[in-house]
């Protein structure tokens, strides 16, 4: 079984809309709205895999990154671990550089049906956020 790693950015902006991304077509759950990141890499730490995730999904180089959450997921043909950034601060304007479509919104708006199942914990965790905050 496939057993991956991945960094994730949660992008925020002062007005507490995030900035996600949407998951190709034939990608592992394709169409699916998602925060930009991706694997770790051999030797490399989860917030330096986040930088160069960013810099290479998005176009911006995270300026301070905060864990979030780490999160394990089983899917049928893999198991994944998820870490979770707090992105608040970056240089550049993010947009989907690889070709994918790319939108702000709003924190409280944001659907746990439009993104993969294990996202889940995190999106509840950060509507509550929201409202505590």
């Known amino acids: 079984m496939k057993t991956l790693q991945i960094a994730v950015g949660i992008i925020r902006n002062p007005n507490n809309e995030i900035f996600i991304t949407r998951r190709a077509a034939d990608a592992h759950m394709g169409n699916k709205l998602e925060f930009p990141g991706g694997k770790i890499e051999a030797g490399e730490t989860a917030e330096k895999a986040l930088i160069r995730e960013l810099q290479e999904e998005v176009g ?12 394990e997921y089983q899917f049928p043909d893999r198991h994944i671990t ?20 790319g939108q702000w919104i709003a924190q409280s708006a944001l659907n746990v049906n439009d993104f993969p199942p294990a996202n889940e914990p995190v999106i509840a965790k950060l509507v509550q956020t929201l409202q505590a905050g």
């Open 60 to 71: 911006i180089t995270p300026v301070n990154a905060t864990l979030f959450d780490k999160l």
């Open 82 to 101: 998820l870490w979770f950034w707090m992105v608040e601060r970056w240089e550049g304007e993010p947009w989907g550089k690889e070709g994918q479509s």
